[in-house]
């Protein structure tokens, strides 16, 4: 009966031990890090490259950082690029419909990385405070999710 009593228990500190180790390392993880492909996904699946000029193609990345990225390729073999850090995110309004519109990220200052490259005009490298992003054929509950998102990922 002792043997077993001490069998028990020794499985139990085991499993306490264990505990003990991993839930240090466990803060370190964020529900945000876990649905960041998920908000990648979300807001290539709803961009919309043809709403102003149409686009060669887009690449459009959220990094593990949290960093915004989205570059812009255009047929003359101009390139747009915009990159920030979503902890720098101030303000996100949205102005269209389901079937078109923009969604408007405003950082707390001038925050947004702005560089042309391959431009009749030259390259420019300068800073922007809000960067619209065109989307199309999304409902308010994945925008509403979009947006929630991005602000778990700023905090």
Known sequence: MRSQCKNY????????????????????????????????????????PGADVKLKKFELHVTDEGFF????FFPNGKQEYFSFNLRRLKDISYLGDTISGTLLL?????????QTYNDRKGNIDSMAGALPLPLKNIETTQLDSISEMLLKVKN
């Open 9 to 48: 228990f020794a499985g139990s500190i085991r499993k306490i031990l264990v505990l003990m180790a991993v839930l240090p390392i466990l803060p370190g993880f964020r529900a945000a890090d876990v649905s960041l492909p998920w908000l990648e996904q979300r807001l290539q699946r709803y961009f919309n």
């Open 69 to 72: 990225r989205l570059r812009k």
């Open 106 to 114: 405003t950082t707390a200052g001038a925050d947004i990385i702005v």
